[in-house]
């Protein structure tokens, strides 16, 4: 099979949304440092909604991007706690997929009363080898249809490489 047409993970985006600013953010924050190595960027939002007391540009989640093996290992064990098994609506179009976890102490990071238990959502964005020329400074162009991920490539390269269930039903 040709180099170019294999799949392997691009990035791993968490995400962990509080939904208001402040110390219950800040211990979110820290749980993203520790899982990940890095740390976090916030995102602010983009309008008030008073019946959820949050005003605009107020700060309500944290995130963090990783990529390369750390990414892979993460992803491990995100779906170890979702037992190898995802819902097909959770991968769209363009092949990439995604899922939440309940709690983070599934993953294995030791429970601190200090901080509290966050949820937290798991994005993956899938590419190939040449996907870069996309993404570059000079000379971008765009990726041919046949070079895309699709999102039976998606599922199938989930199947194979984690012996991953595909489900009709969410759960």
Not at 70 to 90: D, F, H, P, S
Not at 136 to 141: A, G, V, Y
Request: proline fraction near 2%; glycine fraction near 10%.
């Amino acid at each position: 099979k040709a180099v170019v047409s294999t799949q392997s993970t691009g990035k791993l985006c968490l995400n962990i949304c509080v939904g208001e600013s402040g110390d219950r953010l800040t211990r979110a924050a820290k749980v993203l440092e520790q899982l990940s190595g890095q740390e976090p960027c916030f995102s602010k939002a983009r309008f008030t909604v008073r019946s959820f007391g949050i005003r605009r540009n107020e700060k309500i989640s944290c995130w963090c991007t990783i990529r390369g093996a750390k990414a892979e290992e993460i992803l491990e064990r995100g779906l170890k706690v979702k037992e190898y098994e995802l819902w097909k609506g959770c991968f769209s179009d363009e092949g990439n997929f995604g899922f939440g976890i309940d709690e983070h102490i599934d993953l294995g990071i030791k429970y601190d009363p200090s901080i509290g238990i966050y949820g937290m959502d798991f994005y993956v964005v899938l590419g190939r080898p040449g996907y870069r020329v996309r993404y570059r400074r000079k000379q971008k162009t765009r990726i041919g249809t046949k070079h895309k991920v699709s999102k039976d490539e998606s599922q199938k390269w989930f199947q194979a490489k984690f012996d991953g269930i595909l489900t009709n039903k969410k759960t």
